[in-house]
């Protein structure tokens, strides 16, 4: 569901768009099959599975390492802790279980970030150090953007898989 247009909490707008996004990624991948899920339709490569990855590493490292400053383990997770090296996958990687921590990321985002002021300043000591430490408000529009612009990819991977079209 859209966020209402009359709200005016940068915050919580950030937040209602994430859950949006989150529930139409859901939504582009439940239905397909194991083999549909971790093999491209694509010429670059990348299968609709590893990007789920991608997603929960990527709101990860934004909010748990860069924003709270806390330690994580294997922040590059999704692409064998090279950031440089494409999404990879384990063999334990299940749609189930890559959505449950999709959801379980948005919670602690949500419990991190609600009613902070958007001008609040990154923590030093995890992603970022003390000098190129980026604002609540500037670490959430790039997630969004990160989430908008991979739902598109995935429009496009599930069209080529079976016809499935829109949100």
Do not use: C
Not at 56 to 83: C, K, N, Q
């Amino acid at each position: 569901m859209k966020p209402p247009r009359d709200l005016a909490d940068t915050i919580e707008l950030h937040l209602q768009y994430l859950d949006r996004y989150r529930e139409i990624i859901e939504t582009k991948l439940v239905g397909l099959s194991d083999a549909e899920l971790r093999n491209s339709r694509l010429p670059s490569g990348w299968a609709p599975l590893e990007l789920l990855k991608h997603l929960v590493f990527m709101e990860r490292r934004w909010l748990r390492w860069g924003f709270t400053g806390e330690s994580v383990d294997h922040p590059w997770g999704d692409s064998a802790d090279d950031p440089d090296n494409p999404w990879t996958l384990e063999p334990d990687d299940t749609l189930e279980s890559l959505l449950a921590q999709l959801h379980a990321g948005g919670e602690f985002t949500r419990s991190v970030v609600a009613g902070e002021d958007p001008a609040t300043v990154a923590a030093a000591g995890g992603r970022f150090g003390t000098d190129d430490r980026p604002t609540l408000n500037w670490i959430l529009f790039h997630v969004l953007q990160e989430y908008a612009r991979h739902a598109g990819h995935l429009d496009v991977a599930r069209e080529l898989v079976d016809g499935a079209t829109g949100e």
